[in-house]
């Protein structure tokens, strides 16, 4: 069937590339940002805004110590399709990873499943690519530093706003706020990967929110295999080749299962 064509595509693909949004998390307990329940019926987005965050840093940090338990909320750990897509990687089969998601799950996939850190690697494993950043640290809005986001929360939790670093600066979540353009080598990088894939899949995400939207037109215009596993229709299922509107802790593993190990 169609899984089997995808399975046979990523096979022989020179280089394979997946998109990944809220949707593979969300059997892990992270809601999704649209669709049932989704974050943004409770939240409103111009909360946290860039604007905001600079004109009324503390209002911003009220309201984001909210998003973070909504989100965030107590353990959650990578699932089967977190841990399918490190395993395609790891096998060779999948040459990046790009995730709109700031939650660090795929790369603690990456550690289990390659059994070990993965900033001491060898470097054979796919590069995770984190689009939007990752909310699992802060970082000093004037000098930069990046530190371990969980101290700083707690800090915000007690009243103490906005937090600030030892240089004086206002820390900020070491995330793409709305208002706020992604840096523009990592567009090129994800840009760059489309084009080159001879199969991209785009994975639990809505794909409306740029530039994660435009990657998969941009893949299949160039060319790739374009495959779609999402449990809602998407603006880019014209242009697919395979679509799935299924779980993806149903059709990661399957996948996988389908494509040979080396
Ligand atoms: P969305 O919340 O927009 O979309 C998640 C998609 O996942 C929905 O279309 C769901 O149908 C689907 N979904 C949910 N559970 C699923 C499951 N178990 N299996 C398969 N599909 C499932 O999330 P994103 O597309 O990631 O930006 O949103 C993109 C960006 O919008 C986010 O990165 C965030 C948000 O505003 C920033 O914070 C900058």
Request: charged share 25%; with cysteine.
């Amino acid at each position: 069937d169609d899984l089997v064509r995808l399975a046979d595509a990523i096979e022989t693909a020179e280089t394979a590339v997946a998109v990944t949004g809220a949707g593979i998390s969300a059997p892990s307990g992270v809601p999704t940002f649209r669709g049932d329940d989704g974050v943004w019926d409770r939240f409103d987005e111009g909360q946290f805004s860039y604007g905001r965050f600079r004109r009324d840093p503390e209002g911003f940090w009220a309201d984001r110590v909210d998003l973070q338990r909504e989100l965030f909320d107590g353990e959650y750990a990578p699932n089967a399709a977190h841990e399918a897509l490190a395993e395609l990687g790891r096998d060779g089969h999948l040459d990046a990873i790009l995730t709109q998601n700031t939650d660090g799950l795929h790369g603690d996939a990456a550690e289990s499943v390659l059994d070990r850190p993965t900033d001491e690697s060898g470097g054979d494993e796919p590069p995770i690519v984190e689009l939007h950043g990752n909310a699992r640290r802060v970082r000093c809005a004037d000098c930069g530093k990046r530190i371990a986001a969980e101290p700083i929360f707690d800090r915000a939790a007690d009243g103490n706003l906005p937090p600030t670093c030892d240089c004086g600066g206002t820390y900020r979540p070491d995330v793409v706020l709305f208002g706020e353009q992604l840096p523009g080598a990592v567009i090129q990088r994800a840009r760059s990967l489309a084009r080159e894939s001879d199969v991209f899949l785009a994975i639990g995400s809505s794909l409306v929110v740029e530039p994660a939207a435009s990657l998969p037109r941009l893949a299949a215009s160039s060319g790739a295999t374009l495959g779609i596993v999402n449990l809602e229709p998407t603006p880019c299922d014209g242009v697919a080749d395979v679509i799935r509107r299924d779980d993806v802790v149903e059709v990661l593993p399957e996948l996988r299962s389908l494509v040979e190990a080396p």
